[in-house]
């Protein structure tokens, strides 16, 4: 059976779920932090004993032994041969060769060049043309019908998250959206969009810890339970080429409160390695004393795992104008597994804050570190206050906590970790915590 793929021109518009019809096979569009999958819905009929041929047009920046299938299935890809390429290159040396699979080239000599700019045209396999026509040999087991997913990665499709919130006394409204730039090269009406605030590769990995866990097989040593910004559904879209706008939430109206955040270390010490660092020096003094005044909502289902952006928060004063209080990240993989939201306003008066790092054992018989933290808040003010507290396991990505005095303490990201207290009117505050980093042999 011979499938062509054609893309028309749509809209515009980027309607949401509501205003389509029953969805039919076609693209779904994923995007990541590092790049775009974009994954096509092929009906595929497979004859007795052979294999079935199918014609897909894949975007710029992709590369035909790039293409695999998204989904798990007994089929597989035997061949892609770019369409106008020669299908007996007289050299390995030539930029159009037939892929014998989509993993090894026509020969082990065989090296793609990559060719000057004005060598470029279309049908030729590079990251830096445009779109491409690529013949598929796919086959299994059995002969039959199958609905297969085949996808490809694309660095041409860009896009960022911001929000807005307007608050009005102990209330707010938020709502989000997505800026997407599409440098493709073909247009991608009634797609099916996801985004993800993570790498493909985390996500990819947690993937299929999922499912060595439900098969038995995983090694509970080796399972990673960090945080992963895992695909969330946006809507189904039109995503034609240059720049297009997808509302991502809201309106939402949610509760406002007060709450003073210390964050003394911030995220510039993170070392993003299972083998912690080792270096004593390593935040052992932490000058900053400053506490945040911020607003706290509470994190409902429906913002679980937005991608992360700035947020602008306006105050809407009683003749309807708007004033702006303040820009400050919200969401995002340091923040995925909170269930408050804190956005910075400005710095608090009559308010100080304190780190001091009470012991330091480094254990290499033992392969861990122990460190333990005491952060004290004085309150000058007339009235209690509720704090936030932040800390950063810089030293690695391999850490538990051993022992902390509060009860209200919880993982907000891969490395990141919240304390909750209240400092009495006049009054100080201190919480301890002990951090022990381990290390495989």
Known sequence: MLLVLTVACGSRTAPGPSSRGPHKPG?????????????????????PASTAT?????????????????????????????IGAPTKPETCDEVSCVLESYEHACCAKFKKPVPAASALTVGVPNKLG?????????????????????????????????YTLITSGAHGELRGALAIRN?????????????ADSQHAAVTARLKQIEAKANGTLDKKKEDTSPVGMPREVSRIDLLEG???????????????????FDPVGSGYDYKHTQPVQDPALGAVTPGTKLVESLALDRPEAFRLLPG?????????????????????????????????????????????????RELTIDNDRRRIVEEFVLTIDN???????VLLREHLYRGQSWTIAYRSTFDA????????????????????????????????
Request: glycine share 6%; no cysteine.
């Open 309 to 357: 952006g700035p947020v602008r928060v306006l105050q809407r004063r009683p003749d309807g104008s708007l004033l702006l209080l303040s820009e400050a990240p919200l969401f995002g993989e340091a923040t995925l597994a909170a269930s408050i939201d804190v956005i910075p306003l400005h710095t608090a008066e009559r308010v100080s804050g304190k780190r001091e790092r």
């Open 410 to 441: 919880k993982q907000e990201g891969v490395q990141q970790l919240t304390m909750s207290t209240v400092v009495p009117a006049r009054g100080k505050q201190t919480v301890r915590y002990v951090v022990v980093y381990s290390w495989d042999p």
């Open 54 to 82: 199918v014609k897909l047009r894949i975007a710029a920046g992709a590369e035909p032994d790039e293409i695999y299938l998204v989904d798990k299935s007994a089929l597989e890809i035997r061949q892609v041969r770019v």
């Open 183 to 195: 440098a493709t090269g073909i247009a991608f009406p009634d797609a099916r969009l996801r985004v």
């Open 243 to 261: 720049d297009t706008r997808v509302e991502l939430l809201g309106p939402v109206t949610r509760p406002l409160r007060s709450m003073l955040v």
């Open 130 to 162: 445009g779109p491409i026509e690529v013949e598929l040999a796919i086959g299994g087991p059995s002969a039959g019908t199958f609905s297969v997913l085949a996808g490809s990665p694309t660095p041409r499709i860009d896009w960022d998250a911001a």
């Open 380 to 386: 000058m003010r007339e009235r209690p206050i509720d």
């Open 27 to 47: 693209v779904e569009i994923t995007l990541y932090r590092d790049h775009a999958v974009i994954a096509h819905r092929l009906e595929v009929e497979i004859p």
